[in-house]
């Protein structure tokens, strides 16, 4: 099993700020890397894909990098609305696991 | 637009079984796999099972392995879940998602609510 580890856990910072969210996975999983944000109450939103590519919809201060098996999503100037959780997620094999969650509070 | 619609959660004694349904429109439903993903109350996201778009072939997680089943109607554009013997642990919010190993989870349902308790 691909574990995903992520880090760190929370991450206090304002608006405007930038924030550098981890994820490592056990094994090599180029590039099937994937980043989700959840909101309280709310399903996952898919972000990226591929390890860097923007989903429809996301905003292009979310950039997506790395490969291998170190991988980051960096938020480059933190808005209101982009706090909360988030998740990586590998598909590269069999069973599809996530990270723990990066928890990104004001 | 693309819809995903859960259905059929509850609260069920332990050693029951669920079955949610997921109703899907706004896409090509036999053109995708489908995913189910559970979040227990408070804590990450975890995957549940995978059915390929044409129904031929399915996975479990080792959590629900030998208690899951995955099933899909592409003439009804619904997905399936059963999970039986449930457990305590089986707690949790399911998400129907659209996609699997190949396809990316794009498009996820609101979430359905199953509570395992006596």
């Known amino acids: 099993e691909i574990v995903l580890t992520q880090s760190p856990g929370t991450l206090s910072l304002s608006p405007g700020e930038r924030a550098t969210l981890s994820c490592r996975a056990s094994h090599h999983i180029d590039p099937f890397l994937l980043w989700y944000q959840q909101k309280p109450g709310q399903a996952p939103r898919l972000l990226i894909y591929?390890?860097?590519s923007r989903a429809t919809g996301t905003p292009d201060r979310f950039r997506g990098s790395g490969s291998g098996t170190d991988f980051t999503l960096t938020i480059v100037s933190l808005e209101p609305e982009d706090f909360a959780v988030y998740y990586c997620q590998q598909r590269s094999d069999w069973p599809l696991t996530f990270g723990g969650g990066t928890k990104v509070e004001i | 637009e693309v819809l995903l619609v859960e259905s059929g959660g509850d609260l069920i004694q332990p050693g029951g079984s669920l079955r949610l349904s997921c109703a899907t429109s706004g896409f090509t439903f036999i053109y995708y796999a489908m995913t189910w993903v559970r979040q227990a109350p408070g804590k990450g996201l975890e995957w549940v099972s995978t059915?390929?778009?044409?129904?031929?072939?399915?996975y479990c997680a080792d959590s629900v392995k030998g208690r899951c089943t995955i099933s899909r109607d592409n003439s009804k554009n619904t997905l399936f879940l059963q999970i039986d013997n449930l457990r305590v642990e089986d707690t949790a919010v399911y998400y129907c998602?659209?996609?699997?190993?190949?396809?990316?989870?794009?498009?996820w349902g609101q979430g359905s609510l199953v509570i395992v308790s006596s």
């Open positions: 059915i390929r778009n044409d129904g031929t072939v399915t």
């Open positions: 591929d390890a860097s």
């Open positions: 998602v659209r996609g699997g190993r190949t396809q990316n989870f794009d498009y």
